[in-house]
């Protein structure tokens, strides 16, 4: 079974379009190229990823766990880099990673055409920011990749509707979405919309609690996500952060979560994290919108697709 399956694969891999798939990775090298330079100019310090750890992001949504045994304990495999990137506030105010994570996601995200069990994310954090001022970092830097991408590329490996962006994007409360939309609000809006546009203030039960309150007990969050137009869905996501002991703890028990989970968190914690905000920008995502392709996992080279047995 196997190796049927082992062969299937190599089949398909070999019949990759060679033309096609050095295009996407083209975009892919100059997405990270120019973010890199980007971030460089503006003081950032790119750090190590990390792909084992005690500790990872729990996600909002029922995402399997996958861990190796390290010696005897726990490690899991990153699914975001969203503890680490706090407690390297202790050392730096801007970092950046280009960071590979790991989300056996459920398989009925399997259509969605924007989810890979391994991808890439492009993930930043600024200690003391605002949520205001990485969404402009993140606006800045789009513009920065869209206009090197459109210089550099034959329109026919562009999406047709690619532009630069009218900046800064508009903002929807995710509240007010969901009462015009409904439930399929964010869909329904990146396929009205030529432009990004940024969903804000997303309540407590839609996110992580790793996200700052406005103010205790509101239940609406300093976050934000960032939606592509045209139907190809989110690209971002992020927001300022919980910092605080005893903030992080009443949030832990707020989702029902075990604070034993997250005691190297609780415990940096306890001496000082700072404030601060950031977020993660999908590589792949990113060239699937630029090159206007419906299905990601056509524009990566080795593709975990979900529920699918791939090389
Ligand atoms: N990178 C995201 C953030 O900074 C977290 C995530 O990927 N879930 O908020």
Request: net charge negative.
């Given at each position: 079974m196997q190796n049927m399956l082992l062969n299937e694969a190599i089949e398909k891999y070999y019949g990759l379009n060679r033309e096609d798939i050095y295009a996407s990775m083209k975009m892919n090298t100059i997405i990270r190229e120019e973010m890199k330079l980007f971030l460089d100019m503006d003081g950032f310090i790119e750090v190590n990823p990390v792909i084992i750890s005690p500790i990872s992001d729990p996600l909002n949504h029922p995402v399997q766990d996958p861990w190796i045994d390290y010696y005897g304990f726990r490690y899991r495999l990153t699914k975001s880099m969203i503890f680490h990137k706090q407690l390297s506030m202790v050392f730096f105010d801007k970092i950046f990673i280009f960071s590979p994570n790991i989300r056996v996601e459920?398989?009925?995200?399997?259509?969605?055409?924007?989810?890979?069990?391994e991808f890439t994310q492009l993930d930043l954090e600024v200690r003391n920011a605002k949520r205001e001022d990485v969404m402009e970092i993140a606006e800045k830097m789009i513009e920065k990749v869209v206009r090197r991408v459109m210089e550099e590329f034959d329109i026919k490996f562009l999406n047709p509707g690619l532009k630069v962006f009218k900046r800064p994007y508009r903002k929807i409360k995710y509240l007010d979405a969901k009462s015009e939309?409904?439930?399929?609000f964010e869909l329904k809006l990146s396929k009205e919309m030529d432009e990004p546009f940024w969903i804000i203030d997303i309540p407590l039960e839609a996110r992580e609690f790793y996200d700052k309150e406005?103010?205790?007990?509101?239940?609406?969050?300093?976050d934000m996500d960032l939606i592509y137009p045209l139907?190809?869905?989110?690209?971002i996501s992020g927001g300022e952060r919980e910092y605080q002991y005893e903030r992080i703890l009443e949030r832990i028990k707020r989702k029902g979560q075990n604070p034993e989970e997250f005691a190297l968190l609780l415990e940096a914690a306890k001496k000082g994290l700072y404030p601060s905000a950031g977020f993660g920008i999908g590589i792949e995502r990113f060239v699937r919108f630029l090159r206007g392709?419906?299905?990601?996992?056509?524009?990566?080279?080795f593709p975990k697709k979900i529920g699918e047995f791939t090389i």
């Open positions: 459920p398989l009925d995200r399997k259509s969605t055409g924007r989810h890979l069990v939309y409904g439930e399929d406005t103010e205790p007990g509101s239940g609406i969050l300093r139907g190809y869905g989110e690209a392709k419906e299905d990601i996992s056509s524009i990566t080279l």
